[in-house]
C-alpha cells in the first residue's frame, strides 16, 4: 500500500530516530522503576528522567523542579484545570475561549456541571480573542484563564504577554495549552509569564503517551492537588509508575528541537508560503487565521464549490491532511474553531488544514499544489456538469 504525503503534522509527528535510539535501552536493558530507590536499576532509571526533565525544561525557559511528567497533554489539562480548582475552592470562576481545544473545552464544561461559571469568550475574524471582552469579564473570583499559545487548527498565536497582565491583575491563573507550540517557536515561560502549560511529546516528533505539565512556584505560587492518587510521585501531583522509556524521549525529542528549532521555522515558513501563495490563486479559496501571528509550518485554507464528502475523498488520495483537530475528526461536524470565526458550518467542511514538518519537502509542496488544484477543478467541473443536466 503507498502511503500518501504527509500533512497532518498538527495531529502527530513521526518519532525521530534519535529518540527512538535513546528510548531503546530503557525497555530492556535498563528498565528499572525510577522509584526502586534501593538498587541500582532503580538508579539508573531515576537518573534518567531527571536529566529528560532538564532536557525539556529548557526547551521552554523553565526550572527542571517546576516540570512534572504525565500520560500526555489531556491529562495535564485535567490535572491542572481541577487539581488547581480543588486546592482553591473560593474561586468559582473560570475563563476560556471558544477556539481552545476539545481537552480544556470539554473539562470546562464538566466543571460547569460541578457548579462552575465559565465564560467561554469569543475572537475576531482572525482567530484572535478580544481582550477589552477579557478586562470586562474577570473578576476576584475567577480562578484561571485558559488560553491556548497556539490554535491546533489554524496555527494563530494568542497574545499571552497581554492576557497574562490582565490575568494577574485580579490575581488570577493563566493557563495556555503549549502543545502545538513548544517545538515549533520559541517559548520561553517567565516572558510569557504562564503560571500553567501542558505539553505532549508526540506533537514534536517524540512518543506518544507521555507528556507534561509546566507549574509556576515563583512569583505566583500555583496550588495544586492531585487528581491521582496511589504512591505520591512526581512530588505528590501525580502518582503513578513513571515511563521511563517515554520521558527519555521526551527529553530526547526536546534537546532536538532546540538544536532545530530556528532553521526548521525558516524552512517551513518558507514551503508554507509557497503553498499558499499558489493555493490561494484559485477561485473560491480563502485564508483562515491571521496571516502574520500564527506559527509557520501550519495553513487553514476554506473552498467554496466542492460537496465536502468528495472533497475530502480527493484529497486524502495523495495527501494525508485534515479538516481540522485530528481529536475531533471522528465527528462529521463543522470545525467549532472556525465557526467562532465567523465561517459557516458548509465553507468550514470545506476546509484543509495542511501542517508540514522535518520530513516535509519543497516536492512534497509541488505534488500537494498539483493534487489541490486537479482535484478541485475535477469537482467543480462534475459539480456544474450535474447541474447542467438537471436544468430544464
Known amino acids: 500500500m503507498q502511503l500518501p504525503l504527509y500533512f497532518d503534522h498538527n495531529a502527530t509527528t ?12 530503557y525497555f530492556t536493558t535498563h528498565f528499572g522503576n525510577a522509584s526502586s530507590s534501593q538498587h541500582a536499576y532503580g538508579w539508573l532509571a531515576e537518573e534518567a528522567v531527571e536529566t529528560a526533565r532538564e ?7 523553565a526550572s527542571p523542579k517546576h516540570l512534572i511528567f504525565t500520560s500526555g497533554a ?4 485535567n490535572l ?15 475563563i476560556t475561549f471558544r477556539t481552545e481545544h476539545a481537552a480544556v473545552l470539554d473539562t470546562c464544561k464538566d466543571m460547569e456541571e ?12 482572525n482567530g484572535l480573542p478580544d481582550l477589552g471582552e477579557l478586562e470586562k469579564t474577570i473578576n476576584k473570583d475567577t480562578l484561571m484563564v485558559i488560553a491556548m499559545l497556539a490554535n491546533n487548527e489554524t496555527g494563530v498565536v494568542f497574545p499571552l504577554e497581554e492576557i497574562a ?53 515563583n512569583p505566583r505560587k500555583v496550588r495544586l492537588r492531585s487528581i491521582l492518587t496511589g504512591g505520591g510521585h512526581e512530588r505528590g501531583w501525580r502518582s503513578g509508575t513513571l515511563n521511563v522509556g517515554g520521558i527519555v524521549g521526551l527529553g530526547a525529542a526536546a534537546s532536538l528541537r532546540i538544536s532545530h528549532l530556528d532553521t526548521e521555522y525558516k524552512r517551513l515558513a518558507l514551503l508554507r508560503d509557497k503553498l499558499e501563495e499558489n493555493i490561494l490563486k484559485l477561485e473560491g479559496t480563502k485564508l483562515n487565521g491571521d496571516p502574520l501571528k500564527r506559527l509557520p509550518h501550519v495553513t487553514n485554507i476554506s473552498f467554496e464549490g466542492v460537496e465536502s464528502k468528495a472533497w475530502q475523498i480527493a484529497i486524502n488520495k495523495s495527501i494525508a491532511c485534515s479538516s481540522g483537530s485530528a481529536c475531533s475528526s471522528i465527528t462529521e461536524k463543522a470545525s467549532h ?6 465561517i459557516t458550518d458548509q465553507i468550514a467542511k470545506n476546509t484543509l488544514r495542511l501542517s508540514m514538518g522535518l520530513s516535509t519537502t519543497e516536492r ?29
Open 14 to 25: 513521526p518519532c525521530a530516530p534519535e529518540v527512538v535510539e535513546a528510548m531503546l535501552p
Open 55 to 61: 532536557e525539556v525544561a529548557k526547551l521552554i525557559g
Open 74 to 77: 489531556t491529562e495535564a489539562i
Open 80 to 94: 491542572a484545570i481541577r487539581g488547581t480548582a480543588m486546592e482553591n475552592p473560593d474561586k468559582k470562576q473560570i
Open 114 to 125: 460541578k457548579g462552575y461559571e465559565v465564560h467561554y469568550l469569543g475572537v475576531d475574524e
Open 165 to 217: 497582565v490582565i490575568a494577574h491583575a485580579k490575581e488570577t491563573l493563566l493557563l495556555s495549552d503549549g502543545v502545538q507550540a513548544v517545538g515549533k517557536i520559541p517559548v520561553a515561560v517567565d516572558q510569557l509569564q504562564v503560571d500553567i502549560m501542558p505539553l505532549s511529546g508526540h506533537k514534536m516528533y517524540g512518543p506518544k503517551g507521555v507528556g507534561a505539565l509546566y507549574i509556576r512556584n
Open 337 to 342: 474553531v472556525l465557526k467562532a470565526m465567523g
Open 364 to 392: 512534497d509542496v509541488d505534488v500537494a499544489i498539483s493534487h489541490i488544484t486537479k482535484s478541485l477543478h475535477a469537482l467543480r467541473a462534475g459539480k456544474e456538469t450535474r447541474n447542467t443536466a438537471v436544468t430544464p
